[in-house]
Structures are given as structure tokens and as C-alpha cells.
């Protein structure tokens, strides 16, 4: 017998869990066991004990109670010797903190070992949504900060246009619908100080089959994709972007309808506004 399997043993006699050869054998390691084996069971007893505190009290059937007090009461007429008075002590302590705490007979371990599990159980449980909690937290802030680059973003937007069209050098061509959109119109500004270019346009059409781009076309022959944007419901569009500072002399702007947002050497689609200086 391992030690192991000698504490479980010993668990389930101080519980009175024991019959047969079981129970004989740790009877007799308990007699020959001295002071150790006593202090063993008396830890074993404990835990039995300990039971009643830790789960949570069930009215017991009024049979158990019946056959612990008969089988008490059979135990203390037998004979008192060796280790019959330690089964009486373990009977004693083991049986009555299981009937207060309304454990049924023979089933400490098991019960033990069933509170053990639910406890598991219910932390993991409460551990799983604390983490919900905490990516529901997680996904808030990365909300929150993408707002606020968003809003940061607007903002800076927001004072390089008005730079751009408060500055001493900034140009501005106006821009027509072509035939494919008649109805549009737009301005362009760009200043030579901050480098940056300013579109506001009307009268495009909202979600068309790709997305807008505004090209910047020098007396060099150099064709600039400045950007890419969209419109709102009403054909109402705005873009501020960066030019390139070794930009030339600006003869014509244009916008047109690009398959995508990848701007290559020029336009790859219809053109619908269209301005020269």
C-alpha cells in the first residue's frame, strides 16, 4: 500500500467508508503505526470534519440519521481494545460532522471531491467573464482612440486647409464637369508655403463604380495623383493632401473615376472634372 492510497484509506475509515479487507488493513497499520498512525487518522479525522464546514448544509434524511445513531450505539456496547477504540474515535468525530453538516453516510471523499470540482467550476467560470469584461474593455479604448486619432486627424486637416487658404501664395483653379458629369464643378487651391493642396467639389456622383482621384498637371509634363476620396449622399466631396515640394508650375487639374485607390502614373479612368489656368 502507497502512501497515497494509505491516506485515502484512511480518509474513507474516518468516514466509516471502509469494509472488508480495507478496512482491516488499515486497522492493522494503525495498530502497528504508533504515534504516526495515530496522528495520521487524527488528520484524516479532520478533513472529515472539515467536510461539514465546507459545503453548504442539506437537511439529511431522517433514515441515515436513524442507522448512524443505531450503528453509534452498537459501537459503543462492543468491546474497547487496540484499534476498535481508534474506529470509535474516527466513527465518533467523522460521522457526527457529516450528519451536522447533512452529509450522507460513506460519501466524505466523493462529496469532497464533487465541492472541489463545482468550486473549480465556478471560478473558472467567473474567470471567463472577467476576460469577457476585459475585451469588451479592450475593444471600448481601441474605439475610443480610434475616434480620437480620427478626430486629431480632422483637426489637422482642418488647419492645413485654413492655412492653405489663408496663405500669401495660394493658387486656386476652378475646376468643370466633363461630359460624363456635366453637373459637377470644383475648386482646387494650393500653397506654395505649406505645400499642401485643397479640393472642394459639387455635384459628383455619391458611390460610384471606384473612387475619386485628383490629378495636378505641370507645364513640365509631370502628371501628380495628389489623393483619392469619396462624396457624401448629396455629391458634396473635400481632400487635403500634401504636394510634392519640387512641385512645377501648375497648367490643369482633373478628377477622375479610378478602379481603386492605388494612384500610378496617371489616370486610369474617365475623367469627369477637368480645369486649366
Not at 53 to 72: F, H, K, N, Q, S
Not at 152 to 161: G, I, M, N, P, Y
Request: charged content about 25%; proline content about 4%; hydrophobic content about 45%.
Amino acid at each position: 500500500m502507497t502512501a497515497d492510497d494509505r491516506e485515502d484509506l484512511l480518509f474513507l475509515y474516518a468516514a466509516d467508508a471502509l469494509e472488508g479487507e480495507e478496512r482491516e488493513e488499515v486497522e492493522a497499520w494503525l495498530a502497528g503505526g504508533g504515534a504516526a498512525g495515530r496522528a495520521a487518522l487524527a488528520q484524516a479525522e479532520q478533513e472529515v470534519a472539515g467536510l461539514a464546514r465546507a459545503l453548504a448544509p442539506v437537511a439529511p434524511d431522517p433514515a441515515v440519521g436513524e442507522r448512524l445513531r443505531r450503528r453509534i450505539g452498537s459501537a459503543r456496547s462492543a468491546p474497547a481494545s487496540g484499534a476498535t477504540r481508534w474506529g470509535r474515535a474516527a466513527l465518533a468525530a467523522g460521522l457526527a460532522a457529516l450528519v451536522a453538516g447533512g452529509v450522507g453516510y460513506g460519501a466524505g471523499r466523493r462529496l469532497a471531491e464533487r465541492s472541489a470540482g463545482a468550486r473549480v467550476a465556478a471560478l473558472e467560470a467567473e474567470l471567463a467573464e472577467a476576460r469577457e469584461e476585459l475585451d469588451q474593455l479592450d475593444d471600448e479604448l481601441a474605439e475610443q482612440e480610434a475616434a480620437y486619432r480620427q478626430l486629431e486627424s480632422e483637426q489637422v486637416l482642418a488647419r492645413k486647409t485654413i492655412e492653405t487658404l489663408s496663405a500669401d501664395h495660394t493658387e486656386a483653379l476652378a475646376l468643370a464637369g466633363t461630359a460624363a458629369r456635366p453637373d459637377a464643378r470644383a475648386r482646387v487651391y494650393w500653397d506654395w508655403d505649406s505645400w499642401y493642396c485643397y479640393l472642394r467639389a459639387d455635384g459628383l456622383s455619391p458611390g460610384p463604380d471606384g473612387i475619386y482621384a485628383l490629378w495636378l498637371f505641370t507645364d513640365e509634363g509631370e502628371v501628380i495623383g495628389v489623393g483619392t476620396f469619396g462624396t457624401d449622399a448629396k455629391g458634396h466631396a473635400t481632400l487635403v493632401a500634401p504636394v510634392p515640394h519640387d512641385l512645377g508650375h501648375v497648367v490643369r487639374a482633373g478628377v477622375s473615376i479610378e478602379p481603386d485607390d492605388r494612384l500610378g502614373p496617371g489616370p486610369r479612368g474617365e475623367v469627369v472634372l477637368l480645369g486649366s489656368t
